[in-house]
């Protein structure tokens, strides 16, 4: 010990003192004795002179490490009940160790030469130095866990020596504990056969019990291996108990019960799909349950036939890969249009507004929903940009009509006007993000959504009336069934239904694209109020300079494998025309998705489009986009288009893969 101590003490003078005895030598041979002897008197009295310094320092030090020992414990003198370790600041190397430490780090002395990192591997004091007194994360030493607390000391010497005391608080047992609690925390899970009613529609009461019965094994086979508690709830219900260590398991592969499923279909061919929703990490079962329900209501909005797990902050979604099949009631449309009348009679004023650069579909959708204010004597305004929106024809045609007259107004002048008796009903979206104006949403308190997107997990909350149907074309085939139920034909303007049957042609494509039954239906609807789908097909017509640049953008497309084309351009281009080359893209021969890729000021902007198996909204989310299976596109900020398309073969990759 008083070897590595006097190590330690070593200030680097020894080769003064050999210089100083060398030139001695040489001046006693050179014949210069005097001088010599004051030389050699001056060398002693310096030696003499440095051991007592040097003993000086080795009891400093000694008191030193004593202070810090004591400052290790409770009460001065005790035996310190961890083990305990000084280390110099400036390099981590070990000064001193208790027997405690020195046994369980398998040291050889409780002076050494080592440094902490390497008996605690990874190990950091910049939380010390900081001027922290515990450590942020655990270490672990011969096979038990420690959490680390500590302080920062200075000696009295002249050199100001600063060390830092450690102590090791064993909490392996807590540990075990603490993990046993989290690995056997319960996950409520609710589990929906989502299209049920279509499976056993036409179907007698024996072929029913015998689907029930294959759907009844399917799921209990899949849940056998996680030791939870199963029960049926209703006749396409379940609800799963289980813990949360097998959850790791169960998400690894994917929940493959939502494949599994699939094998089972009816009579008529129809697969059967499963939705389901998972709370995780609730206070109580209460809690567990209420977070599987909003979690499965979110795998119903974003198309059905997935898994989501809902948390105390976020969802995490599995599957959602195919297509939605259309899956809609006329029942929920008759009851939203009465509970959109009951609150627009009971509003000072309603201001409408869809998403930002607001295209055909936001503002046939706004139209429709001014027509139910006008129709209740309730001031209704649509909130627009006039000068960043992709349906300038439109928007100019309405107000030319008399009761469009004072309509469109600014966010600003929104935010002027509204009171606490506003209503703010968004069309077109569901992401509060995406909206014409945050502002105006966040001062609103009476919120209404009337969407067709997949729900993303930022989607507006809280709302008073929420019309969301991710089966339906478009938001103005929903407005258009709302006007069906709430006012007779002779209230909906020509120009209104027009505005419509414009939005229901974007969004379809002309119909060729996420067409159902109702849709044509509201068609029908609005062609008898005046609506003129020739009409309404001029108002997606470009000049022939803005046809000239979406084949600029067409030719800038390139193959991704052997069926998706990506454009990536250099230049920003108007959206409407990105959206349209994407469409355009599609009409090539082996073509199934398509990906227009522009810069857009700050930000990048993504159109994508499919018609195979690709589902671009999935591929898109991870980069923040939404949308549907068909259509989706993103704005990804702060960075470069190159990079973009990067991520986007990256989420391409991975969607196949999996």
Not at 62 to 80: C, I, M, P, R, Y
Request: hydrophobic share 40%.
């Amino acid at each position: 010990m008083n070897k590595k101590l006097g190590n330690a003490l070593n200030t680097g003078v020894w080769p003064f003192f050999v210089g100083l005895v060398g030139f001695t030598v040489a001046t006693a041979v050179l014949g210069e004795y005097v001088l010599a002897a004051v030389e050699s008197v001056v060398t002693a009295l310096g030696f003499v002179l440095y051991m007592l310094y040097r003993s000086f320092r080795r009891k400093q030090l000694q008191n030193f490490l004593q202070k810090v020992t004591n400052e290790a414990t409770h009460a001065d003198g005790a035996k310190s009940p961890f083990p305990t370790v000084l280390v110099r600041m400036a390099d981590g190397g070990i000064v001193y160790a208790n027997t405690d430490f020195v046994r369980r780090a398998e040291l050889n002395d409780t002076f050494t030469t080592r440094k902490i990192e390497d008996v605690l591997p990874g190990f950091s004091l910049e939380w010390l130095s900081s001027g922290k007194t515990e450590s942020p994360y655990d270490v672990t030493l011969s096979g038990r866990r420690y959490r680390i607390h500590g302080a920062v000391v200075k000696g009295d010497d002249p050199q100001n020596t600063q060390l830092g005391v450690l102590y090791l608080a064993d909490l392996t047992e807590l540990y075990q504990v603490r993990d046993e609690y989290i690995r056997s925390r319960p996950v409520v899970s609710v589990i929906l056969v989502d299209n049920y009613d279509e499976l056993t529609r036409n179907m007698t009461e024996a072929a029913i019990s015998g689907l029930n019965a294959r759907i009844n094994d399917a799921i209990i086979k899949w849940s056998e291996k996680y030791h939870g508690l199963l029960r049926r709830l209703e006749k396409n219900r379940f609800l799963l108990v289980f813990e949360k260590r097998d959850l790791k398991q169960a998400s690894e592969e994917k929940f493959s019960i939502l494949e599994a499923v699939h094998e089972i279909t009816s009579p008529s061919g129809l697969a059967a799909s499963i939705s389901f929703g998972l709370g995780v990490d609730a206070a109580t079962f209460e809690e567990g349950y209420a977070f599987a329900t909003l979690a499965l209501e979110m795998a119903l909005s974003r198309g059905g036939d997935q898994a989501v797990v809902k948390d105390r902050m976020n969802f995490s979604f599995y599957g959602g890969r195919s297509k939605e099949t259309e899956r809609r009631s006329k029942v929920r449309s008759r009851v939203t249009a009465g509970s959109m009348l009951e609150l627009i009679g009971q509003s000072s004023e309603v201001f409408v507004m869809g998403h930002k650069n607001a295209d055909l579909d936001a503002v046939g959708a706004a139209v429709g929903i001014v027509c139910l204010c006008r129709k209740r004597g309730t001031p209704a305004y649509i909130v627009l940009d006039m000068e960043d929106n992709s349906a300038g024809e439109l928007i100019r045609q309405i107000r030319a009509t008399a009761e469009y007259k004072n309509v469109f107004i600014s966010a600003q002048e929104a935010l002027l006007r509204c009171d606490n008796r506003s209503t703010l009903v968004v069309v077109d979206t569901n992401r509060p993000d995406q909206v014409e104006s945050r502002n105006l949403l966040e001062t609103v308190h009476r919120v209404c959504v009337v969407d067709h997107h997949r729900r993303a997990a930022d989607y507006i909350t809280p709302v008073v009336v929420n019309l969301h149907e991710p089966y339906a074309s478009s938001a103005s085939e929903l407005v258009t069934e709302m006007l069906q139920h709430a006012l007779e034909k002779k209230d909906v303007l020509p120009i209104e239904a027009k505005a419509l049957m414009a939005g229901i042609f974007l969004d379809t494509k002309s119909f060729n694209v996420r067409t159902g039954e109702r849709t044509f239906e509201a068609a029908a609807y609005l062609r008898q109020l005046g609506a003129d789908p020739v009409d309404a097909k001029k108002l997606l017509q470009n000049n022939l300079d803005d046809t000239r640049l979406k084949y600029k953008i067409i030719d800038c497309a390139r193959l991704y494998g052997n069926d998706i084309a990506i454009s990536m351009l250099a230049d920003e281009v108007p959206r409407p025309l990105a959206a349209q080359a994407a469409d355009a893209l599609l009409d090539i021969s082996g073509i199934n998705a398509s990906f227009v890729v522009y810069p857009s000021g700050d930000r990048v902007i993504v159109s994508a489009r499919s018609i195979g198996d690709a589902n671009v909204q999935v591929i898109l989310e991870p980069l923040g986009g939404g949308g549907n299976a068909a259509t989706a596109g993103a704005q990804i900020p702060d960075t470069t288009v190159k990079d973009v398309v990067q991520q986007i073969t990256q989420s391409i990759k991975k969607f196949y893969e999996e």
